[in-house]
């Protein structure tokens, strides 16, 4: 039965969308393949990790008739990858074969039945609905992001906060050396939401599925649907849904974190910075990745060294007068946040070298990043 003849773009755009999320070696078999469906001219694509499920679908697939079937997705992905642009792609079914035809390149795939593919069920419950921008949603996972841990036995800490509260989206990482902090109006927030005293909503998203957030979101003004429950969250974009499950357990307070006072502040340029603590970097000690920073009166020296008793030296000019300061951060914690920030100047908050340090940006009370010290 021919099941699929269509462009090569029509099918791999929406395999690429799904497939990050495919595991290449599973417990389950079926888990590292895709679910296509095809009904009238209309294809689905269907992948699940089970805490993670993306659908993605495309018009003009013309076939025999309507059906489904599961095939390996990377390789049907590389395969389509390594056909020329614009090539005309059949699938036929053939007992438990998928014929992928492309010119005079011929494929046989193995593939499983469809009826055993595992889809996530839609939980109910008490949904809390609303629309932002792709690339507002996507720069606030950008701004923070970074921060959250990958492998850190606190489990809660191997995802993101996500918080409603009010007209005010915010989202919030942390592995427990640093935090970043960032937040967006919900302009178009239903009425509900804008209520003096509305319900805040806290969830938090896991890892893997920030990751693919940030991977699929387009750097467009199209709209992002969000729908919060109490264990799920659902996001459609284009012609993509993605489902995700949710971290189950209680987020550190952030508010807490975040210094509520400073005894100085330091303006840096942020390129130049930048610059210095990745050169400064070459020589931290691979394990630690440990730097100095000395702040005096105009100037900013970064310094690093290593077990061979290299050492590297920067130093920047700074508009300073205040007190001095010695103290050690793990560059990269540091770069982390320079690298995400585009602003020309950021600023640098501190009391003393045993508390941790504020990074803020000049005009923007939206984002906060704390990073603790560390002896070096």
Known sequence: MLLINTRRDTLLAPLQAVSGIVERRHTLPILSNVLLEKSGDVLTLLATDIEIQITSSSAGATGDGNGAVTVGAR???????????????????????????????RFSLQTLPAEDFPSMALA????????????????????????????????????????????????VATDG????????????????LREEGAARQELILPRKTVIELNRLLADSDEPLSIEMLPNQIRFQFGEINLVSKLIDGRFPDYERVIPSSLKNVVSV????????????????????????????????????????????????????????????????????????????????????????????????????????????
């Open 177 to 192: 050396h640093r935090l970043a902090y960032a937040s967006m109006p919900l302009e178009a927030a239903p009425a509900e």
């Open 75 to 105: 390789k049907l992905q590389e395969i389509l990858r390594s056909l020329p642009e614009g090539a005309e792609v059949s699938l036929t079914l053939d007992d438990r074969r998928l014929l992928v035809k492309a010119g005079r390149s």
């Open 269 to 376: 340029a942020r390129t130049a910075l930048l610059q210095s603590m990745v050169r400064a970097a070459i020589l931290t000690n691979e394990k630690f990745r440990g730097v100095r920073l000395m702040l005096a009166d105009g100037s900013l020296k970064i310094m690093a060294a290593n077990a061979e008793q290299e050492e590297a030296q920067e130093e920047i000019e700074v508009d300073y007068q205040g007190d001095a300061l010695d103290v050690g951060f793990n560059v990269a914690y540091l770069l982390d946040v320079l690298n995400n920030r585009s602003e020309e100047f950021i600023e640098w908050g501190f009391n003393d070298a045993n508390s941790s340090a504020l990074v803020t940006v000049p005009g923007n009370d939206r984002f906060r990043y704390v990073v603790m010290p560390m002896r070096i």
């Open 124 to 171: 109910d419950g008490d949904v809390r609905r609303f629309s932002v921008a792709q690339k507002e949603f996507r720069k606030l996972l950008g701004q923070t992001q970074y921060a959250m841990a990958s492998q850190d036995v606190r489990y809660y800490l191997n995802g993101l906060l996500l918080l409603v509260d009010g007209s005010e989206l915010r989202a």
